[in-house]
């Protein structure tokens, strides 16, 4: 079951991810599947993903940005980010949030995204 969740308004909590988790990197890998179609680096290395949180049940749940709240592409986003975590195995329920604070910026991208976009 996925849930692609309407932009949350006001300051999120968001806490940090749960990285000692064993489909937490299959996760992440999941999340570089996806791009934004106008910038040609994954969303993970961008830095939208702010945090992936993993139940003891497996329930899955991600707190997402875009680039911009005008993004083209921001009612579909979540839902392409859900569609490529749900198929790993375990994986039981997929919930993505989008949020817009803390707004995105160039800080949050990844060495290897700044290096693809030719920041570095």
Known sequence: ???ASEPLEG?????PSTTD???YEPIVEACRSVYDPEIPVNIYDLGLIYTIEISSENDVSVIMSLTAPGCPVAGEMPGWVADAIEPL???RYVNVQLVWDPPWGMDMMSDEARLELGFI
């Not at 300051?11 to 806490?15: V, Y």
Request: hydrophobic letters at 50%.
């Open 1 to 3: 079951m996925t849930q």
């Open 21 to 23: 988790h064993p489909l």
């Open 11 to 15: 300051a999120p909590l968001i806490a």
């Open 89 to 91: 195995p375990g994986v």
